[in-house]
């Protein structure tokens, strides 16, 4: 018996199994009945022995049939995979890598010198940024429709995400001119408790806790005097008095345009800026790729 059976013919041969009818086995597979029914008599020659039992009443399966199509199934699963695999690789070297932010990453030229490094390996690649409010505090992550993305710590389902950290910054509190506290060189924490804050959108979770310094108020609630979910949000809440809020150090310049300013703050942990994917995503080429880039780029392994 030979064994050089093309994967056609199972497929053909597993539809009438699960169909027990040539007629709807051919519809489903849009194909002619004759033609169905003549490949299928071609494999039980090559096999030497018959598959399906035909008369009057219908189509069953043989008892080689029965042995055959457990086997055939998952030759045709395998197959299935193989071939999802290599269009997986094939599409990977010329498709498009989604790069999602809330906040633009201005550290010293870090996104062009990415950028510069990934596409000298991958000049095919396209890289596409999608720039998300803060509503999203996964910048895409989360429902698909960014491939990797820069964002601070934590996430909300932090266990479904890897990451490279890209910069670990001390907290600077920024608030208006007209504020008192910005005649000091350095504001300490227990001076801010009273302080109305800018929050986040209650959708980002622990990064609005962790914005607000809860782990630093020894339980005390903070005041709230408004939400934000852009850059440009903030900086009107601050200039209008709403509040005060903590800011990376590295992300100061995007608020200090006029009318307000930033102190550093004595007290709280320094923040996390990560480059971060799905921790399914992690074998894909240009996500793995991506990120070897950015741990060049920053000096990080």
């Known amino acids: 018996m030979t064994l050089d059976v093309h994967v056609r013919d199972l497929r053909y041969f597993v539809a009438v199994a699960e169909e027990l009818h040539f007629t709807r086995a051919a519809e489903r597979l849009y194909v002619s009945q004759p033609a169905l029914s003549k490949q299928v008599r071609a494999l039980e020659r090559q096999l030497g022995i018959e598959l399906f039992r035909r008369d009057r009443h219908g189509v069953a399966l043989t008892d080689a049939g029965t042995a055959l199509l457990s086997h055939a199934r998952r030759v045709l699963a395998d197959w299935a995979e193989g071939a999802a695999a290599v269009e997986a690789a094939r599409a990977a070297q010329h498709s498009t890598l989604v790069v999602g932010m809330s906040t633009?990453?201005?550290?010293?030229?870090?996104?062009?010198?990415?950028?510069?490094?990934?596409?000298?390996?991958?000049?095919?690649?396209?890289?596409?940024?999608?720039?998300?409010?803060?509503?999203?505090?996964?910048?895409?992550?989360?429902?698909?429709?960014?491939?990797?993305?820069?964002?601070?710590?934590?996430?909300?389902?932090?266990e479904r995400y890897d990451w490279t950290v890209v910069a670990e910054e001390p907290l600077m509190v920024a608030l208006p001119d007209t504020h008192p506290l910005s005649d000091r060189t350095e504001v300490d924490f227990t001076d801010l408790l009273d302080e109305p804050f800018l929050a986040l959108p209650k959708s980002t979770g622990p990064l609005r806790d962790y914005w607000l310094a809860l782990d630093a108020r020894d339980g005390r609630p903070p005041r709230i005097g408004a939400e934000i979910a852009s850059t440009e949000e903030t900086y009107e809440a601050l200039t209008a008095g709403l509040g005060v809020c903590l800011v990376a150090a590295g992300n100061v310049p995007l608020l200090t345009l006029g009318g307000v300013t930033a102190r550093p703050v004595r007290g709280l942990t320094p923040s996390r800026y990560v480059l971060a994917w799905r921790r399914e995503d992690g074998r894909r080429p240009l996500v793995r790729e991506y990120a070897e880039a950015c741990r060049r780029v920053t000096g990080r392994s």
Do not use: K, M
């Open 104 to 158: 633009s990453p201005v550290r010293g030229g870090l996104l062009p010198a990415i950028r510069s490094r990934f596409t000298a390996a991958h000049p095919e690649a396209v890289i596409r940024l999608r720039q998300v409010n803060w509503e999203d505090p996964s910048a895409g992550l989360a429902d698909g429709a960014a491939d990797v993305a820069f964002v601070w710590l934590p996430l909300p389902g932090q």
